[in-house]
């Protein structure tokens, strides 16, 4: 799976499941399970394990079970000394315990439920290096008497103090580094997350690697990762607290390569701060609007859309409370065939699961209605550790053994049917379950009993075997193939932003989850209770285990509703071809890139697109012999200055309806102009490579700035800021430190910056507060640039020929742009991505 790493019966049996939840693995020994009959006595050979709640005895012979002692049921642990008889062969020295129960695991080397064995039982241990023997019963005395404590607080408090006791005597060995050259940047203690299970140890970040060393050499001695591979690194909550960072050395991976627990939320900030620092030309930070922005567009599928969300919402394939949460899409599954064209074959995204039935929700909300508060609706939850490994038992059968004390749970309480499992979700009592990714990915083995595991009998006499399938489906691949495509059909398309208003969105709470029936236990939301406020231990620990077994709300996203996905009509989609047909005919993702703007948006059918038929025009008039190049227009309205090819700067009096001045710089084509803020200066730019400052009141030209190797294409102006395009590859920023008032002089231009670029520049934007700068190029590449830092933001290759005009949406969020290929894009600034291509019958311009 892509989530729960199942472990291969190989010669490591042992793994970090056998132990209890919340319990660590501290050291192991070499060590002999020494068992006496009245006629020898016999050796087995095997790791003896120290843990925080109990002894675990693994085997090296495969056929013998692993043994697991649990410290509360011990009721001597004994030092024996080594005997020296001249008589005998000397006799080593072993520990000796007595105890009221022994748990077999394992037995035969087949994964079964657990095997507990009660009564009074002697069981001896020998070192194979004897002189530890002692301080071994030293360390089980210490926790021994940690896990007879009455409380379970002290018990978890002392146990505590022993492990950060054990981390103190150890730090990172530095020997392990991969280069010599390799500089420390920080070093702390930490506890590697993984489902179920914490492995304590210490972090150590370089400026080359990630490293992380468990205090108990398990499963490794040290796990490293490189800092160049990371792409995307998270601040994770666990177990309610700003502890966690997850670490993905993929873009679009679900599951992680490390997931660490920091003691101290500053320790993991200062982490998480340098490798975002020393990966910032690697990593993209995304936000629930970009990816919002690029699914409703089409550049991201139904599929990897919720993935990001539940990433954002701090859902993780290591926390089993706050595992990936997907929706159930399909409500039929008696059909023989499946017909995607037909509505009812779909499941009502608009609706929590808990309220599809309309009698069950009744029934619920007398209850409802009738309870103090605070006052839920359902008594479980969506998503459980429970929940996640009903699904996953074939292929995490050991998970569910942690979990469950070492038992399955029964036989027709068991994932047998898909058609079964929903029918118990539209009908149970306490049954509201979603599913999980997997049920839209590739690896069918979650509905398959490859590992031929004994899961019980049902009360009809049958085995628990494989996952019965809808009749649609003819295996197991069929299934998952044809469900990930009714994820990503025109239906679901069109109605998934409903449920993301339930799951992560503004649905999630208050006065609209109540309308929606969406309220849950206020123990399931992020911040529903302050576990720190609670000064009783024995409490706040039983808070805090019964939070993360009954499940997690997820993050909310959205405080606002989500918008529709914009969805291209489907043409081609007939009822008899609703199975055949390839995903790529089904799914709204893949919309062709001709398809207009109107098409694309809802928006642009209620603006003023149908309205630019309706403009009139009021007046034409050739003043120029060749073509316009700028329009500057004064402050009253009164005159229009334009600039021409023709090299000349003309003025038209909109009053007189005729032009009144002409001016010539040189006899270079000048090729823009605008109006300075003091309502009295033209700036213009030159072909020949400068730009030129006309005076209104005194009629004649001002002053030349000389900035530029070859032709000035365009200017800026903005906030006493004068940037100058060209087609010497740059564009430069310059500042005026004279006031609006006074004449501009050349000395009065100091240069601030020059932004290179790979071909000429063509045309420069700014957005309306001046933040953002638009470069179009040559070779058809639009570059954003941040004009505080002067960094670039986004460059992309968008036109196949040179950019003649960009220009910002009012709100600053995109990037229109429009080329010699006659084409006009819309560039999303944030993301980078072109989220609209029209192709018109001509140059625009």
Not at 265 to 291: G, K, V
Not at 580 to 599: A, G, H
Not at 661 to 673: D, G, I, K, W
Not at 711 to 735: E, G, H, P, R
């Amino acid at each position: 799976m892509a989530s729960l790493k199942t472990q291969e019966r190989t010669k490591e049996r042992f793994s970090l499941l056998l132990l209890d939840l919340e319990e660590y693995y501290f050291e192991q020994h070499t060590a002999y399970h020494v068992t006496s009959t009245s006629k020898k006595e016999r050796k087995i050979r095997g790791s003896f394990k120290v843990c925080s709640r109990s002894i675990i005895f693994d085997p090296e012979d495969l056929s013998e079970p692993i043994l697991k002692i649990p410290l509360r049921d011990c009721m001597k642990i004994e030092f024996v000394e080594e005997e020296n008889n001249p008589f005998n062969d000397p006799r080593p020295s072993a520990i000796s315990i007595l105890c009221g129960q022994v748990i077999y695991i394992k037995e035969s080397n087949v994964i079964a439920p657990y095997r507990n064995e009660r009564g009074t039982t002697k069981i001896s241990f020998q070192l194979e290096v004897w002189s530890k023997t002692e301080d071994v019963v030293q360390t089980l005395h210490q926790l021994h008497r940690a896990s007879c404590l009455e409380k379970l607080g002290d018990q978890t408090a002392m146990i505590a103090a022993n492990l950060q006791s054990r981390l103190a005597r150890s730090s990172f060995d530095k020997n392990c580094f991969q280069n010599v050259t390799e500089k420390p940047h920080m070093e702390c203690e930490v506890e590697m997350v993984t489902p179920l299970v914490s492995n304590p140890g210490h972090v150590c970040v370089t400026d080359e690697n990630l490293y992380f060393q468990p205090l108990n050499g398990y499963p490794k001695h040290v796990i490293q990762i490189k800092l160049h591979r990371i792409r995307r690194i998270y601040k994770r909550r666990h177990c309610l607290r700003p502890l966690g960072l997850e670490v993905f050395c993929s873009e679009n991976e679900l599951c992680s390569d490390i997931y660490l627990k920091f003691y101290c939320t500053a320790d993991r900030d200062e982490i998480y701060y340098y490798i975002a620092t020393f990966l910032e030309n690697h990593m993209t930070e995304h936000t629930a609007e970009s990816y919002m922005l690029q699914w409703q567009r089409g550049h991201l599928s139904n599929y990897e859309y919720l993935l990001h969300l539940n990433n954002l919402a701090d859902r993780s394939c290591n926390d089993l409370s706050q595992y990936p949460i997907f929706p159930w899409v399909i409500a039929d599954y008696s059909s023989a065939q499946l017909d995607m064209t037909n509505a009812a074959t779909f499941r009502d995204l608009s609706k929590p699961v808990g309220a599809l039935n309309k009698e069950r929700l009744d029934r619920l909300l007398t209850r409802y209605r009738g309870m103090p508060e605070p006052r839920f609706m359902y008594g479980s939850h969506y998503s459980s550790p429970g929940y996640v490994l009903f699904y996953l038992v074939r292929v995490a059968p050991e998970h569910m053994l942690c979990l469950q004390n070492g038992r399955y749970d029964h036989a027709d309480r068991m994932f047998n049917s898909i058609g079964e499992t929903w029918k118990n979700c539209l009908e149970g009592a306490t049954d509201f379950k979603e599913l999980i990714p997997e049920f839209y990915g590739t690896d069918c083995s979650f509905l398959e009993n490859k590992m031929s595991l004994d899961l019980g009998r049902r009360q009809n006499g049958s085995s628990v075997s494989e996952v019965v399938l809808p009749p649609w489906a003819s295996d197991a691949s069929d299934f998952l193939q044809k469900h990930k495509t009714a994820l990503e059909s025109q239906f679901v398309s069109e109605h998934l932003h409903e449920w993301i208003d339930l799951v992560f969105g503004y649905k999630q709470r208050g006065s609209e989850a109540v309308a929606a029936h969406n309220v849950f236990h206020p123990l399931t939301y992020e911040g529903g209770i302050d576990c720190d406020s609670i000064e009783d231990p024995d409490e706040r620990i039983a808070m805090l285990t019964q939070i993360l077994e009954f499940g997690q709300t997820p993050t909310q996203l959205f405080s606002s509703p989500h918008p529709q996905r914009i969805t291209p009509r489907f043409h081609n989609i007939t009822r008899s071809s609703s199975i055949t047909s390839p995903i790529s005919e089904l799914s709204p993702n893949f919309q062709s890139e001709d398809s207009s703007f109107e098409d694309l948006t809802e928006e642009s059918r209620k603006l003023a697109w149908a309205n630019m038929g309706n403009l009139t025009r009021v007046s034409s008039h050739k003043i120029h012999k060749e073509a316009v190049t700028g329009i500057a227009v004064t402050r009253d309205g009164t005159a229009i200055f334009s600039t021409s090819q023709d090299s000349t700067l003309k003025m038209f009096s909109k009053e007189l309806k005729e032009f009144q001045r002409s001016m010539s710089f040189s006899n270079m084509a000048l090729s823009s102009c605008l109006m300075l803020t003091d309502g009295k200066t033209v700036a213009c730019s030159s072909w020949d490579n400068n730009v030129y400052f006309y005076s209104i009141p005194y009629g004649r030209r001002q002053d030349t700035l000389m900035g530029h190797d070859d032709a000035v294409t365009q200017l800026c102006w903005f906030d006493d800021q004068l940037y100058t395009a060209s087609w010497d590859s740059t564009v430069k920023v310059w500042q005026c430190t004279c006031d609006s008032s006074s004449t501009h002089k050349r000395s009065q231009f100091q240069l601030q910056a020059e932004l290179e670029h790979e071909t000429g520049v063509n045309t420069i934007s700014l957005n309306p507060t001046g933040t953002l700068l638009a470069s179009g190029c040559k070779d058809g590449t639009v570059t954003i640039w941040d004009t505080s830092s002067y960094e670039t933001l986004q460059q992309v290759h968008c036109h196949t020929g040179t950019i003649h005009s960009t220009a910002f949406s009012p709100d600053s969020r995109h990037v229109l742009s429009v080329g010699a290929d006659s084409c006009m894009k819309v560039i999303d600034v944030q993301t980078g991505m072109v989220i609209s291509t029209v192709k018109s019958e001509e140059e625009q311009r």
